[in-house]
C-alpha cells in the first residue's frame, strides 16, 4: 500500500518539475518584471544624477550633516521608546486572555493605515500646548512637545510602533509556548519566565521589528512636520531636508536623498545578515 | 496510612473526554501510568504539575495541598516528552535555571548544576547548547534540570519515547537508577509497556480518562484485565464463565489450570497455540477449528491472527509455517493445554 503511495507522489512531483521547467507565462512575467524596474528604476535614477563632482563638498555642509545627525538620533530614540512600550504591548496581546484584546490588536495597527499628515494632527490635539494631555504636561512639568526634537521622537514613535507590535506578537505567538510551561515547573514566574525563556527565544522577532521600526521612523515625514515642525538642527530631519531642498536647489535635495538611501541600506543589510536571515 | 507522598484525586473534563482518577504515590515510589494514545495519561501529569487547572479533585504532597498553588510554587520536577531544553542556553545553565528560579545565587547554582550533570555523566557536555546534545545526552540533562530542583514530586512524561532503540535500552537503564536513587515520589507516563515495567515499582493502567487495572508490573502482565492491557503484554485475554476447572468463552468451554467460579478472565500466550491441518490425535482438550484471518513477522516468529469461536493469536515457528502451508482464508485446527491458560476472577 504504502509503496505504491510513494510511487505515485514521486511521479507527480517530476510531473510537476517538467511543468515548472517550460514556457514561462508572459501574464506574469511581463508585469514582474515592469514591477522590478519601476521599484529599481527611481533609484538608479538617484545615482544618474547625483552631482558627483561636488559631492563631497556638499556632503560637507553642515546642514546636511545637521540633518543627518538628527535623523540618525531621532529614529533610533523612536526605536528605543517603541521596544520599550512595543515588546510589552506585543505579549499582552499574544499571552493575556482579556476582554477587548481583539479590539487592542486592531486598534494597534491603525497607525499603520491612518495617513501619517492625520497621526500628526491627532497628535497635536491630544500633545499639542492646548491638546487634552499637552495642557496638562505644561501645567505639570513644563513640557512642551510639539516644535521640539522630543516631538519628532514622539511623532517617529507613534507611526513606527505597529511595525514593531506586529512582529513581536507574530513570534510570540510563533514560539512553542511549552518551553514557558517548563520554565514555570523550574520555579520561574511569570517576569521571569518572559525575561529568560521568552524573550531570547523571539528575540529575531524584535530585531526583524526594530529594524523595520527605526527604518520607519528614519523615512518619517507627515506626521513629524505636521507635530514637530521643520526647524532647522532640531526638529528638520532628512526627509524635511530633501523636501525643502527640491525647492531651492535641487542637487543638493539628490544628495541628501542619496545619503538617506545609502544609510538605510547599509544598515538593514547589515542587520539582515546578522539577524533577519540566521534561523 | 500515612500522609506522605503524593495523594490526589484527579478530574479534568474537556469537551468529549474526561479523566477522573485517583493516583496515590509513596515517597521513593515510581508509578507508571501506561495507556494508549489519548487516554489522558499527559493530562493527568500536567494536572499534576499545575498547567492544566483541575476541574475538579484534589492534590496533595507530603500533607500539604498542590492544587491550589502555581505551577511554579509546587515543588515539582518535570521532564518532557522532547525535553525541552531551552535552546538559547547551554546545558549547564539549563539545569541551573530552576536553582537560580530560586533564589540561589548563580555561581552556586551553577555547582550545583556541575555535579548534576556530572552524575548523569555529561560532565564535559557542560558547555554545549541543546542543539549540540544527541538525543540520549538530551534527556539526561532534562533529568539532572528536573532533578536541580530537588523536587518531592518527580513528573517523566514519555522519557524514552524520542530516543532510538539502542540509546534507549541504555538511557532506561540509567534513568532506573537515578529514579532509584530519588527519595520523592514518581510518576512516569509511558505507551510503552517495556519501560513500564523496568522502571515503576507499580502499574497503572487508564484507558479513556478512567483507571482500568493497576497492580506490580508482574501481577499486571500475568492477569490483564482489558484488551489493551493483553495486547501490551502479548498475551490472548477473553471474559468468560468459570465452572470448576473449565470456563465458557463465547461458544467454546476452555480447560484450565485453576479451579474458579463466575466471571472469569482466561489468558494465555500465543506461544502456546498448536495449530494442526487436521485434525490431531489423542485429542487435546482445548481444541477449535479457526479460520486464518492474516499472517505476519513477529519478531523471529509467524503471528498467525485466527478467528472462529474465539479470535486468537498463535505464534509459530517459519519452519513450521512452510510445512503446514498456511495462508488466509483456509481452514485449520487450533489448540493450548489446559496447564498453560491461566484463569482469574473477573
Not at chain 1, 521612523?217 to 531642498?245: D, H, K, Q, S, W
Not at chain 2, 538511557?171 to 532506573?176: A, N
Request: aromatic share 6%.
Amino acid at each position: 500500500m504504502s509503496s505504491s503511495y510513494d510511487s505515485d507522489t514521486s511521479g507527480a512531483g517530476a510531473a510537476a518539475g517538467r511543468e515548472v521547467s517550460g514556457r514561462l507565462p508572459w501574464m506574469l512575467v511581463l508585469p514582474a518584471v515592469a514591477g522590478l524596474a519601476f521599484l529599481v528604476l527611481p533609484l538608479a535614477g538617484l545615482l544618474v544624477r547625483a552631482p558627483w563632482s561636488t559631492l563631497l563638498q556638499r556632503l560637507a555642509e553642515p546642514q546636511m550633516l545637521e540633518a543627518l545627525r538628527l535623523s540618525l538620533l531621532c529614529a533610533t530614540a523612536a526605536t528605543v521608546v517603541c521596544v520599550l512600550l512595543g515588546v510589552p504591548l506585543a505579549w499582552l496581546l499574544a499571552r493575556v486572555e482579556f476582554p477587548g484584546r481583539r479590539l487592542a490588536r486592531a486598534l494597534v495597527t491603525v497607525p499603520l493605515v491612518l495617513p501619517p499628515v492625520v497621526g500628526g494632527v491627532a497628535l497635536l490635539l491630544v500633545l499639542g500646548r492646548r491638546g487634552l494631555a499637552g495642557q496638562w504636561l505644561e501645567s505639570a512639568f513644563g513640557i512642551t512637545l510639539p516644535f521640539t526634537t522630543v516631538g519628532v521622537v514622539v511623532a517617529e514613535a507613534f507611526v513606527a510602533m505597529p511595525f514593531l507590535v506586529i512582529s513581536v506578537e507574530g513570534a510570540l505567538r510563533g514560539a512553542d509556548r511549552r518551553f514557558e510551561e517548563a520554565a514555570a515547573t523550574l520555579g520561574a514566574s511569570r517576569w521571569t519566565v518572559f525575561r529568560r525563556v521568552t524573550l531570547p527565544l523571539v528575540m529575531p522577532g524584535v530585531v526583524a521589528g526594530a529594524v523595520l521600526c527605526w527604518a520607519r521612523a528614519l523615512g518619517e515625514f507627515g506626521a513629524t512636520i505636521t507635530f514637530a515642525g521643520n526647524f532647522p538642527g532640531t526638529t528638520r530631519t532628512m526627509p524635511l531636508a530633501v523636501y525643502l531642498a527640491l525647492e531651492t536647489e535641487p542637487e543638493a535635495a539628490v544628495v541628501l536623498s542619496l545619503v538617506l538611501l545609502t544609510v538605510s541600506v547599509v544598515i538593514l543589510a547589515g542587520l539582515r545578515d546578522r539577524w533577519v536571515n540566521s534561523p | 496510612m500515612s500522609l506522605d507522598g503524593l495523594r490526589s484525586a484527579l478530574v479534568v473534563h474537556r469537551p468529549a473526554f474526561t479523566l477522573d482518577i485517583t493516583l496515590d504515590v509513596a515517597p521513593g515510589e515510581v508509578v507508571a501510568l501506561l495507556g494508549p494514545n489519548g487516554a489522558g495519561k499527559t493530562t493527568a501529569l500536567r494536572a499534576l504539575a499545575g498547567l492544566t487547572p483541575l476541574s475538579g479533585g484534589h492534590i496533595t504532597l507530603d500533607g500539604r495541598p498542590l492544587h491550589t498553588l502555581a505551577p511554579e510554587r509546587r515543588p515539582i520536577g518535570m521532564v518532557f516528552q522532547d525535553y525541552l531544553l531551552f535552546p538559547h542556553l547551554s546545558a549547564l545553565d539549563n539545569v541551573a535555571f530552576g536553582p537560580r528560579c530560586q533564589g540561589v545565587a548563580k555561581a552556586e547554582a551553577r555547582r550545583t548544576a556541575a555535579a548534576l550533570l556530572e552524575r548523569v555523566g555529561l560532565a564535559d557536555r557542560a558547555a554545549a547548547k541543546p542543539r549540540e546534545l544527541s538525543g540520549g545526552q538530551a534527556q539526561r540533562v532534562a533529568l539532572a534540570r528536573a532533578l536541580a530542583v530537588r523536587p518531592r514530586l518527580m513528573l517523566l512524561d514519555e522519557p524514552l519515547a524520542a530516543l532510538d532503540a539502542h540509546t534507549r535500552l541504555e538511557i532506561r537503564s540509567q534513568l532506573r537508577r537515578h529514579l532509584g536513587d530519588f527519595d520523592g515520589a514518581t510518576v512516569l507516563v509511558t505507551h510503552d509497556p517495556l519501560d513500564a515495567m523496568v522502571l515503576a515499582d507499580r502499574l497503572i493502567v487508564v484507558e479513556a480518562g478512567a483507571v482500568v487495572q493497576q497492580g506490580a508490573p508482574a501481577e499486571v502482565a500475568r492477569r490483564p484485565r482489558t484488551d489493551y492491557v493483553a495486547r501490551l503484554v502479548g498475551l490472548n485475554l477473553y471474559r468468560g464463565l468459570g465452572d470448576g476447572a473449565r470456563a465458557k468463552v463465547g461458544e467454546l468451554l476452555l480447560h484450565t489450570a485453576e479451579q474458579l467460579d463466575g466471571p472469569a478472565f482466561v489468558a494465555f500466550s500465543p506461544t502456546a497455540v498448536a495449530l494442526y491441518r487436521t485434525r490431531p490425535d489423542g485429542s487435546p482438550r482445548n481444541l477449535w477449528q479457526a479460520g486464518i484471518d492474516g499472517i505476519e513477522r513477529h519478531g523471529d516468529n509467524v503471528r498467525v491472527h485466527l478467528d472462529g469461536p474465539i479470535s486468537a493469536f498463535a505464534d509459530i515457528t517459519p519452519a513450521a509455517l512452510a510445512d503446514l502451508d498456511l495462508s488466509p482464508g483456509e481452514r485449520i485446527w487450533a489448540s493450548v493445554k489446559a496447564t498453560e491458560t491461566h484463569a482469574y476472577p473477573a
